[in-house]
């Protein structure tokens, strides 16, 4: 079984619903991570959660929410989705050592 | 701050020719640096990474990369491209426990 799942692994939805992308591993990390991937852009920071406690805005946070469950469950939500949003979506864990260890990805299209 | 900038956003070789795939970094302290790999509609996998041991990193699949603090790069390379080697590749950099920052992307394709 892969550590780190997403669900869905794709999805199309219109503009203005709400959209929810979940994440979940095994790997027993604190840290969890999403990111968006756009081409040319690399990956860009969205939200990272240090803990179930602890919630931090990244590099590009304006029209996302996210809500740490437990340790192993991180979740990404679109309160109402827009064209420019759509992406290719991931989740990563982090020991806060040496290493991010990434989902399979979500690739979400706004119409 | 920290800041990863990869050269060239495309790069071709072809069949059994040297790959070297190009990444300068900023960092205000000694930096953690990776490779990953992403190979087609799948999520980023570790090639290898730098933590302040030795510089020449090997990693996995042939590649290595060497740490040179006064050029601030991280190049990473291969002597033997081979066709399965066709993928977009990602420099990143973080300082210890901290987040990751992650260069552009750098496409390479293999020409048979």
């Known amino acids: 079984d892969a550590d780190v799942t997403q669900t869905p692994r794709n999805r199309i939805t219109k503009t203005g619903k709400r959209i929810m992308l979940e994440c979940s591993q095994t790997?027993?990390?604190?840290?969890m991570y999403w990111y968006r991937q756009d081409p040319g852009l690399g990956l860009q920071l969205i939200y990272y959660?240090?803990?179930?406690?602890?919630?931090n805005k990244g590099e590009i946070s304006d029209g996302y929410s996210v809500s740490r469950q437990a340790q192993a469950k991180f979740s990404l939500s679109l309160e109402s989705a827009i064209p420019n949003q759509t992406a290719l979506y991931f989740c990563a864990t982090g020991n806060g050592v040496n290493e991010q260890f990434f989902g399979p990805g979500t690739r979400l299209t706004v119409l | 701050a920290q800041s990863v900038t990869q050269l060239g956003s495309h790069v071709s070789v072809s069949e059994g020719a040297l790959v070297l795939l190009r990444c300068n970094y900023s960092s205000s302290v000694p930096p953690y640096l990776f490779w990953y790999v992403q190979y087609p509609n799948q999520g980023l996998q570790l090639l290898l990474k730098?933590?302040?041991?030795?510089?020449l990193v090997k990693g996995i699949n042939g590649f290595e990369a060497e740490f040179k603090k006064s050029e601030t790069s991280f190049h990473l390379t291969k002597p033997s491209a081979h066709m399965s080697d066709a993928a977009e590749y990602f420099c990143a950099v973080s300082e210890p426990g901290n987040q990751f920052y992650f260069g552009t992307g750098t496409s390479l394709t293999v020409i048979p």
């Open positions: 790997k027993g990390h604190d840290r």
């Open positions: 959660s240090f803990d179930v406690k602890d919630i």
């Open positions: 730098y933590t302040s041991a030795a510089t």
